[in-house]
T-cell receptor
Framework: AQSVTQPDIHITVSEGASLELRCNYS??????LFWYVQSPGQGLQLLLK??????LVQGIKGFEAEFKRSQSSFNLRKPSVHWSDAAEYFC???????????????FGTGTQLKVEL | DAGITQSPRHKVTETGTPVTLRCHQT?????MYWYRQDPGHGLRLIHY???????DKGEVSDGYSVSRSKTEDFLLTLESATSSQTSVYFC???????????????FGAGTRLSVL
């Protein structure tokens, strides 16, 4: 069965500093990978996705992520963090099809990002 | 933003009472999902639907039932609420079941449920 690990529960960075959030997955085949962001009291918003092709993917709000098959990782990065980036970030792997179709998503436990001004 | 409305947004109920949460979409997407979010667990799939009257269980379906009588509405029912069902519930939709760009899951704003 697939699994996703986000080893950092909380991360604090200063505004303007660079950011890297870690995500490791376990899946036997090529995974489909996602990063979502959740602001307080809000639903999940898709930041970026990897299906195939270029292993460095660009997303919204200046985020990017790199798929490294050899390390089973899909780390999220941003070169300069803004105070508005404070939120919870979830990595997810789409691995397998549900009965009747539909992509089975397995989520990590999330990383809470705090930005210091 | 995807047109997904969850209602109610907040609910407090007592143990043993039935509760129904509603997810309404305006995107005409075929697939709809219910997740629960708990600290230390991320999001876990409760039930999903792949068409009108077509539903199936997810990984944490015990104590929950669902119904989908119209494309736009997906209802989650807690038959007899328990304190362990205190959680934040999210509805998601996706257009396609294939692994492609149309299979992105879009999420509603969530319903915070407290069972006392």
């Amino acid at each position: 069965a697939q699994s996703v690990t986000q080893p950092d529960i909380h991360i604090t960075v200063s505004e303007g500093a660079s950011l890297e959030l870690r995500c490791n997955y376990s899946y036997g085949a090529t995974p489909y990978l996602f990063w979502y962001v959740q602001s307080p009291g809000q639903g999940l918003q898709l930041l970026l996705k990897y299906f195939s092709g270029d292993t460095l993917v660009q997303g919204i709000k200046g985020f990017e992520a790199e798929f490294k098959r050899s390390q089973s990782s899909f780390n999220l990065r941003k070169p300069s963090v803004h105070w508005s980036d404070a939120a919870e970030y979830f990595c997810a792997v789409g691995a397998g099809i549900l009965t009747g179709g539909g992509n089975k998503l397995t989520f990590g436990t999330g990383t809470q990002l705090k930005v210091e001004l | 933003d995807a047109g997904i409305t969850q209602s109610p947004r907040h609910k407090v109920t007592e143990t043993g009472t039935p509760v129904t949460l509603r997810c309404h979409q305006t995107e005409n997407h075929r697939y709809m999902y219910w997740y629960r979010q708990d600290p230390g667990h991320g999001l876990r799939l409760i039930h999903y639907s792949y068409g009108v009257k077509d539903t199936d269980k997810g990984e944490v379906s015990d104590g929950y039932s669902v119904s989908r009588s119209k494309t736009e509405d997906f209802l989650l029912t807690l038959e007899s609420a328990t304190s362990s069902q205190t959680s934040v519930y999210f509805c998601a939709i996706s257009e396609s079941g294939d692994i492609n760009a149309k299979n992105i899951q879009y999420f509603g704003a969530g319903t915070r449920l407290s069972v006392l």
